[in-house]
């Protein structure tokens, strides 16, 4: 499990809250043995061993923000040259590293923030320009199709003025042969004035 960086930097974290928790009763028991004008100086001993817990999770940080800084292009505050530190860093006494001074890691983090919200606000203007782009294309080309479709009458047919398709090779029919009707057709049906014989 502690290939995966997230998980490991999170097992980390875990033990260094539990070997604070441990550091931290041993020192209430220490103080209170120790008589009231030394009580001062315990912290000095223990200092030493809280670094010791903390200072590889403040580098372990301060790299992962130096690196998303670096992958947002923000400009990151120079090291020192000297150990003695400035306004943005401090040297870590355990890791032999810089790390980055609380004011000057909030003040990356916001600039991370707004140049990553920077990036995702060209990101959406080019896929909105993109999606438009492709949906006028789409609207033009069934435009164009549209007009040059296939008449969908069959082969020998014709389109007649009231639009429907029209068999080519019929002869027209007159409005007097479509209304005659042969006499051998007409119904034979007793009419109801004449008696039956």
């Known amino acids: 499990m502690r290939k995966i960086q997230t998980v490991a930097d999170w097992l980390d974290l875990h033990d260094a809250k539990r070997e604070d928790q441990k550091l931290k009763a041993r020192y209430e028991a220490d103080v209170k043995q120790r008589p009231a004008d030394e009580r001062g100086y315990v912290w000095s001993e223990y200092s030493a061993e809280y670094a010791l ?9 301060t790299n992962k923000v130096v690196a998303r800084a670096h992958k947002y292009g923000v400009r990151v505050p120079p090291k020192p040259t000297d150990s003695s530190g400035n306004d943005n860093w401090e040297w ?9 001074t609380n004011s000057a ?10 140049e990553a919200r920077q990036n995702e606000d060209e990101f959406r203007k080019r896929v909105t320009l993109v999606v438009s782009l492709a949906a006028f294309i789409l609207a033009l080309v069934s435009l164009i199709m549209k007009g040059k ?10 389109r007649n003025e009231q639009g429907e398709c029209v068999f080519a090779l019929l002869k027209k029919s007159t409005p007097q042969q479509s209304t005659t009707v042969a006499p051998s057709v007409l119904p034979t049906k007793p009419s109801p004035t004449k008696p039956k014989p």
């Open 53 to 61: 817990i903390w200072e590889p999770t403040y580098v372990r940080r």
């Open 149 to 158: 479709q296939p008449d969908p009458c069959p082969k020998n047919y014709y």
């Open 105 to 114: 890691q909030e003040r990356l983090n916001q600039e991370i923030k707004d």
């Open 92 to 100: 870590s006494l355990v890791g032999s590293d810089w790390i980055l």
